[in-house]
Nanobody, 121 residues
């Protein structure tokens, strides 16, 4: 079974930092683009950042400066370093990836189960 598993969420005080991880597992030939999204209560899911297999990154304008996306291709893992967190960053954070499956070479878009980040004031 091919899946994304996130970790690293939790409760942090305003001004603090967290690092989220998301690992793709299963019969995967290659993971192409990977990204992080978040969804706050009562709001739509929004893109935070994305990174290509080659390491090129793009960020939502509102996320630039405090959030950094990176990846380890050998581990099929993407990270999100979050600094200077604010209460308004409270949300469920989701990992997203485009994977080419081993054997069939079928392309599949994957979503993680989500990890809750709560920033207290």
């Amino acid at each position: 079974q091919v899946q994304l598993v996130e970790s690293g969420g939790g409760l942090v005080q305003a001004g603090g930092s967290l690092r989220l991880s998301c690992a793709a597992s299963g019969s995967i030939f290659r993971v192409n683009d990977m990204g992080w999204y978040r969804q706050a209560p009562g709001k739509q899911r929004e893109l935070i950042a994305a990174i290509t297999f080659g390491g090129s990154t793009r960020y939502a304008d509102s996320m630039k400066g405090r959030f950094t996306i990176s990846r380890d291709n050998a581990k099929n893992t993407v990270y999100l370093q979050m600094n200077s967190l604010k209460p308004e960053d409270t949300a469920v954070y989701y990992c997203n990836a485009g994977a080419v499956l081993g054997g069939t070479f079928t392309y599949l878009e994957l979503w993680g189960q989500g990890t809750l980040v709560t920033v207290s004031s």
